[in-house]
């Protein structure tokens, strides 16, 4: 480089270029999605803690996810929030990198976990009689503990290819936040290495679990069909269709960010998608899981009756 060239230190996010009304809109619908995140995944949080009945592998994998889900949604929603109201929308070198690190630990750690939630459904299906002795508490530790920590050892690997590159030119990231692919865009070095890992990672963090998920829901559905009783398919159904639901939801958008070749008219569509997977997927997730679940419902009238009395 040349001795007369700048380099950057601080970063612009660019956002949705919108009018001030919609994007006071924006703020206050945003601003209602994170409250209401961070109660009901607090609220699962607390339930499982507290009442003893819900200490079981299942709550215990969701105890994890709802922690992922506040601290995804924690790590890019206030940021997201200032820029609305604000028009100098800058962001600091040090702060966008870790930005990025802890967004793409959290989302590893999450597929993990619901790759490590859909094994414990499948064993508490397919194999009823040996579920407690398979899914014990050192099994699930384990599982836990591997999970979160491939999530952030990638995480890890990227920041620090992140860091090795130049940035020198235009500072403008065409993103809510510090997303990695639209960091990459601005530095002024060949980003192959970094494409490379990227892919890599994405086969091992997405591709994998997705197979392994839909082998296990395969075995899971002739193992519900094989189930004489009604009462007992119906259980299993609808236990299983609520995860279906999110690991469809989260591995369709990240497959679609990460793994389905980048043009320029797919960027408002991507700053879409991870709004989702940053907002709405943490908002939905204790929806579809747990607050219409009746071991869940019975253990928060329980708490409130207790202390009401």
């Not at 990231?173 to 060949?190: M, P």
């Amino acid at each position: 480089m040349g001795s007369n060239q700048s380099w950057v230190t601080e970063f612009v996010l660019l956002g949705f270029q919108l009018s001030a009304e919609m994007e006071a809109f924006l703020f206050w619908t945003f601003c209602l999605s994170y409250i209401f995140s961070l109660l009901a995944n607090g609220m699962i949080f607390g339930l499982i803690c507290l009442d003893l009945r819900l200490h079981t592998p299942m709550y215990f994998f969701l105890s994890h996810l709802a922690i992922i889900d506040m601290s995804y949604a924690s790590n890019n929603v206030p940021k997201m929030l200032a820029n609305l109201v604000n028009q100098k929308r800058t962001i600091s070198f040090v702060p966008c990198i870790m930005q990025t690190f802890l967004y793409l630990g959290f989302a590893a750690t999450e597929c993990l976990i619901l790759v490590a939630m859909s094994y414990d459904r499948f064993v508490a299906i397919c194999h009823p009689l040996q579920y407690t002795v398979i899914m014990n508490r050192r099994v699930c530790m384990v599982l836990v503990v591997t999970s979160w920590s491939c999530g952030f050892i990638l995480s890890l690997v990227h920041a620090v290819l992140l860091l090795r590159l130049p940035f020198c030119g235009p500072r403008e990231v065409n993103h809510l936040f510090c997303e990695i692919l639209s960091v990459l865009k601005l530095a002024c070095a060949d980003t192959g290495l970094n494409q490379m890992v990227i892919f890599a990672a994405c086969v091992f963090i997405l591709v994998g679990p997705v197979c392994l998920v839909l082998v296990s829901y395969l075995r899971i559905l002739f193992a519900i069909l094989r189930i004489q009783s009604g009462e007992g398919r119906r259980k299993a159904f609808s236990t299983c269709s609520s995860h279906l639901c999110v690991v469809g939801l989260f591995f369709s958008i990240a497959v679609l960010v990460y793994m389905v070749p980048d043009s320029n008219r797919r960027e408002e569509l991507e700053k879409i998608l991870s709004l989702f997977h940053s907002l709405f997927n943490p908002m939905l997730n204790p929806l579809i899981y747990s607050l219409r679940n009746a071991q869940v419902k019975a253990s928060l009238y329980r708490i409130l009756q207790r202390r009401l009395m």
